[in-house]
């Protein structure tokens, strides 16, 4: 089983930054995409920002120029670093790893974090 844990969340004033940081453990052979959702109260889970084992990245609109995802495949980690915060981008934060564990019947499949809560204050 793949194990991941978010730490960084907090509250912010608008224009304010944050960085979150996620890091994945257990029993695990080789990780895919990792990446950041999140999800605000009443409304759907979004992409935030994935980025791939080669290090390209992904942007939803919303954030681009302002987030900067990042990973470092040796310690299976990754992180986000958000800047110009606003308050629309209050919600939990969500880690995501596209992985496959050491056992003999483990196949590639998503992982989930607890999810860390970001509030943007204005």
């Known amino acids: 089983q793949v194990q991941l844990v978010e730490s960084g969340g907090g509250l912010v004033q608008a224009g304010g930054s944050l960085r979150l940081s996620c890091a994945a453990s257990?029993?695990?052979?080789?990780?895919?995409?990792m990446g950041w959702y999140r999800q605000a109260p009443g409304k759907q889970r979004e992409l935030v920002a994935t980025i791939t084992s080669g290090g390209s990245t992904n942007y939803a609109d919303s954030v681009k120029g302002r987030f900067t995802i990042s990973r470092d495949n040796a310690k299976n980690t990754v992180s986000l670093l958000m800047n110009s915060l606003k308050p629309e981008d209050t919600a939990v934060y969500l880690c995501?790893?596209?992985?496959?564990?050491?056992?003999?019947?483990?196949?590639?499949?998503?992982?989930w974090g607890q999810g860390t809560q970001v509030t943007v204050s204005s």
């Open positions: 995501y790893a596209y992985a496959i564990g050491r056992a003999p019947y483990d196949a590639w499949r998503e992982f």
């Open positions: 257990g029993s695990i052979s080789s990780i895919d995409d």
